[in-house]
């Protein structure tokens, strides 16, 4: 699988994030820069992706939060004004298609609005298909 990623311009996605203006170093330097409201749900996108990925690394790859799988980026979120995103979408059966139509916003993005509850639920689910064809790709 092709790290989508890539075909995004890194400066627009910079600058277009509205609230995050500086590189982060950490995750945590990351998620602090944000309002309590979003920081609460980037937060427990990040439990959650440990918590289905527990042997993943953290690290900021295109200056948004990434967990590496076997020293592959496998799985990034982001914060934005109003959404928070997760890329790369993974493939999947009709019904996984169906879960995850909803919040496609483009080619490689998941868009999560702020306004609705966040499915954390799905969030896993779509971690755990992401490392599953990481690992199959090693």
């Known amino acids: 699988m092709l790290d989508q990623l890539q075909r995004f311009d890194r400066q627009q996605l910079t600058e277009s994030r509205d609230v995050v203006t500086e590189q982060p170093a950490t995750i945590d330097a990351y ?6 409201d979003v920081r609460g749900i980037l937060e427990e996108i990040r439990r959650t992706i440990q918590r289905v990925l527990p042997d993943a690394t953290e690290a900021i790859s295109y200056d948004i939060p990434t967990f590496e799988v076997n ?3 496998t799985v990034h979120f982001a ?9 790369p979408i993974p493939h999947g059966d009709k019904a996984f298609e169906r879960a995850i139509e909803p919040y496609q916003a483009g080619k490689g993005t ?3 609005p702020l306004a609705k509850p966040i499915p954390y639920d799905l969030i896993a689910q779509i971690a755990t298909k992401l490392a599953a064809s990481r690992s199959s790709l090693a």
């Open 31 to 36: 998620i602090a820069a944000f309002p309590e």
């Open 71 to 73: 020293g592959h980026n």
């Open 79 to 87: 914060g934005w004004k109003k959404h928070v995103s997760l890329y």
């Open 110 to 112: 998941l868009k999560f």
